[in-house]
């Protein structure tokens, strides 16, 4: 009896010391990131190792420094976020348009070699990055798309769709099939199966891999810098945040502010959506 006790106090009070860890050092790397941000120069330069600022150290010039645009003398962040912005929900999309169909077609349909689709989608993943590159730059090249941001996001779904494909698929199984059954009987076409009944019950799946292919377009890199490298006026955060990292002249603290202009949007729609995400993730768990 006092055995049982002391290891449920020990071990509750471990846990917590272990979540207490794990946050720190998860949290402290942004936090500091925001204190650096918030810095001027000179502090940063007198007194590197100190972890806060004082309200008389205070500073938003470094933000000021990265919103503002070029012919200001500023970094033009803010046309970097909103070609970003663009790109990321034109990538969602368009990969759920494609994913949707896909996932449905090979949770609900049978046909020869099924299984082996399904894995395939995922054997993409195999392959590394670099190795459709050159081929994608070939082709959107001859199209007239190299340098364009909707030829980006049409490079990106390569990328995404495969892996939105099985997400999808693995919580479509968890659908009762006599839901569909019972809405066929009542005179409904597969089509408005799809549209009436399973999209609305799939909707925590779908914002799920929504919120995962936006991450992926937002933060994405070497396709960005392939494709449009040429043309800075389409750059997205990604490219201007590593021009900023190469700029002997940028300031550090200028560099965090960037850094924390691509982290916070992110961050935002993450927590906006955290609830559906997590249901989404885990509720093609116990199936498929």
């Given at each position: ?153 049409v490079v ?16 479509f199984i ?76 940028v300031p ?37």
């Open positions: 009896m006092y055995r049982s006790r002391f290891e449920s106090r020990f071990f509750g009070a471990l846990r917590w010391v272990v979540i207490g860890f794990l946050a720190v050092i998860t949290l402290f790397p942004f936090y500091y990131m925001l204190v650096l941000s918030l810095k001027p120069i000179d502090q940063l330069m007198s007194d590197p190792g100190r972890f806060w600022v004082t309200a008389s150290d205070l500073t938003m010039d470094t933000y000021e420094a990265v919103l503002k645009p070029t012919e200001d003398g500023g970094q033009g962040f803010l046309t970097l976020l909103r070609n970003s912005t663009v790109v990321s929900l034109a990538t969602v999309a368009l990969t759920l348009l494609i994913s949707v169909p896909g996932a449905y077609a090979v949770s609900r349909l049978k046909f020869f070699g099924n299984r082996q689709v399904s894995a395939l989608f995922l054997a993409v993943y195999l392959f590394p990055a670099t190795l459709l590159a050159v081929p994608l730059f070939v082709m959107f090249a001859k199209a007239g798309l190299q340098a364009s941001l909707a030829g980006l996001a990106y779904i390569a990328q995404t769709v495969p892996v939105s494909i099985y997400m999808l698929r693995n919580y968890t659908i009762p099939a006599s839901i569909e059954e019972a809405a066929a009987l009542d005179g409904c076409s597969r089509l408005q199966i799809v549209r009436k009944v399973v999209l609305p019950l799939a909707a925590p799946s779908l914002m799920a891999t929504g919120l995962y292919v936006f991450m992926i377009a937002w933060n994405e890199f070497l396709f960005a810098l392939l494709f449009l490298a040429a043309d800075p006026e389409h750059w997205t955060v990604s490219l201007g945040l590593q021009q900023l990292a190469n700029g002997v002249e550090k603290t200028v560099l965090m502010a960037g850094s924390v202009v691509l982290t916070i949007p992110v961050v935002l729609v993450f927590f906006a959506a955290e609830r559906m995400l997590t249901e989404g993730l885990t509720g093609g768990a116990d199936k498929g």
